[in-house]
């Protein structure tokens, strides 16, 4: 053979499909993951068999928080190899190097206020108009990338910001008469939901979310310090926060009757699910693009639309499917690769 030497080529092809493997497995973990999460926790508000009290919501999120956090431990040992080594890095990274935790105040306390503000929105809206709606994120998570860490946008992304914003007008304004609604706002008001609540609850968390994102994501660019040990940081006070907010808020509920009222299987697989859907999509979203992302917030959307038609009696007007089409359309375009132009050849 020929100049050098070469990969035999049935190890190029095995190596082409397993990453071709991993991309689509990412992908089908997100959109399980997306949709799930609006789902369950949806589900888990408002279905209650007769006589069960609803759970307190800040129980989930304080519980979450521990599992995440007893989780990220684990896997910190095994990046660790060594008995010996993790406790060496548990020693440096989280009891001498403490200030690195104080850095980590700002985010995890968002981090709680928006955990706390999803159960608010999903309580009061539904799980497809909420979808759509918590896609805002990535209009906050933009502004904020452009005021904290110094990003430029491009002209493409402006504009899908902008049909974003369109989108999501849409399908929050109320249906004309005469049209099946999204949501019957009397109805909603009768059964203890509030869809402005809802949304307000939504904007909350997603000015949190952008903002604790980008202020994450400027930390960890500082150094090469582990995901695992930057989560752990990350954890501690958010853990602090969530007991803090929970006694605040339902201290006298929980003390008379206990911090599981209302809990049954399903609410066990939401403290789950919240504890581990951050994590698993940070482990597998550099397995995809952006283009993959967006795909599977589509599907997400797309899927929970479905699904709280046959659930929740969800019927969507003409004119929340053209928002959320405008939605997914900006959330693709946004997520589009930038083209660059091509270099002039030297002489």
């Given at each position: 053979m020929k100049g050098g030497l070469e990969l035999p080529l049935p190890n190029v092809a095995k190596a082409k499909n397993d990453e071709t493997f991993r991309k689509y497995l990412s992908l089908c973990t997100l959109v399980v993951q997306?949709?799930?999460?609006?789902l369950l926790l949806r589900y888990s508000r408002i279905v209650q068999q007769p006589g069960q009290p609803l759970y307190i919501a800040s129980t989930v999120v304080f519980f979450a928080e521990i599992m995440k956090f007893l989780v990220c431990l684990y896997f910190l040992y095994k990046e660790s190899g060594?008995?010996?080594?993790?406790?060496?890095?548990?020693?440096?990274e989280l009891i001498e190097n403490f200030s690195d935790i104080n850095k980590m105040v700002i985010p995890s306390g968002l981090y709680a206020i928006q955990n706390n503000l999803l159960f608010v929105a999903l309580s009061n809206l539904e799980a497809a108009t909420f979808q759509i709606t918590?896609?805002?994120k990535i209009l906050s998570t933009a502004l904020f990338s452009v005021i904290l860490l110094g990003k430029r946008l491009s002209r493409n992304k402006w504009v899908s910001l902008v049909l974003l914003m369109v989108g999501v007008i849409l399908?929050?304004?109320?249906a004309?008469?005469?049209?099946?609604?999204?949501?019957?706002?009397e109805t909603s008001l009768v059964n203890?939901?509030?869809?402005?609540?809802?949304?307000?609850?939504?904007?909350?968390?997603c000015l949190s979310s952008g903002f604790a994102g980008c202020y994450f994501e400027k930390m960890l660019k500082r150094n090469s310090t582990s995901m695992w040990v930057r989560n752990i940081q990350l954890g501690i006070p958010g853990t602090l926060f969530s007991l803090?907010?929970?006694?605040?808020?339902?201290?006298?509920?929980?003390?008379?009757?206990g911090f599981f009222q209302g809990y049954d299987l399903l609410t066990w697989v939401v403290v789950v699910n919240q504890a581990l859907g951050g994590?698993?999509?940070?482990?597998?979203?550099?397995?995809?693009d952006n283009i993959l992302k967006g795909f599977a917030t589509s599907l997400s959307i797309i899927i929970s639309s479905v699904i709280s038609f046959y659930l929740f009696n969800f019927h969507p007007s003409p004119q929340f499917a053209l928002g959320a089409l405008i939605v997914i359309t900006s959330t693709f375009m946004y997520g589009r690769p930038e083209r660059t132009p091509p270099t002039s050849p030297t002489l």
């Amino acid at each position: 053979m020929k100049g050098g030497l070469e990969l035999p080529l049935p190890n190029v092809a095995k190596a082409k499909n397993d990453e071709t493997f991993r991309k689509y497995l990412s992908l089908c973990t997100l959109v399980v993951q997306n949709s799930a999460l609006v789902l369950l926790l949806r589900y888990s508000r408002i279905v209650q068999q007769p006589g069960q009290p609803l759970y307190i919501a800040s129980t989930v999120v304080f519980f979450a928080e521990i599992m995440k956090f007893l989780v990220c431990l684990y896997f910190l040992y095994k990046e660790s190899g060594k008995w010996s080594i993790f406790v060496s890095t548990v020693n440096e990274e989280l009891i001498e190097n403490f200030s690195d935790i104080n850095k980590m105040v700002i985010p995890s306390g968002l981090y709680a206020i928006q955990n706390n503000l999803l159960f608010v929105a999903l309580s009061n809206l539904e799980a497809a108009t909420f979808q759509i709606t918590y896609q805002m994120k990535i209009l906050s998570t933009a502004l904020f990338s452009v005021i904290l860490l110094g990003k430029r946008l491009s002209r493409n992304k402006w504009v899908s910001l902008v049909l974003l914003m369109v989108g999501v007008i849409l399908v929050q304004l109320p249906a004309s008469k005469g049209v099946t609604s999204t949501t019957d706002e009397e109805t909603s008001l009768v059964n203890g939901q509030n869809p402005f609540i809802g949304l307000i609850a939504v904007i909350a968390a997603c000015l949190s979310s952008g903002f604790a994102g980008c202020y994450f994501e400027k930390m960890l660019k500082r150094n090469s310090t582990s995901m695992w040990v930057r989560n752990i940081q990350l954890g501690i006070p958010g853990t602090l926060f969530s007991l803090i907010a929970m006694m605040f808020n339902d201290g006298q509920a929980i003390a008379s009757q206990g911090f599981f009222q209302g809990y049954d299987l399903l609410t066990w697989v939401v403290v789950v699910n919240q504890a581990l859907g951050g994590l698993l999509v940070a482990v597998v979203v550099k397995y995809a693009d952006n283009i993959l992302k967006g795909f599977a917030t589509s599907l997400s959307i797309i899927i929970s639309s479905v699904i709280s038609f046959y659930l929740f009696n969800f019927h969507p007007s003409p004119q929340f499917a053209l928002g959320a089409l405008i939605v997914i359309t900006s959330t693709f375009m946004y997520g589009r690769p930038e083209r660059t132009p091509p270099t002039s050849p030297t002489l």
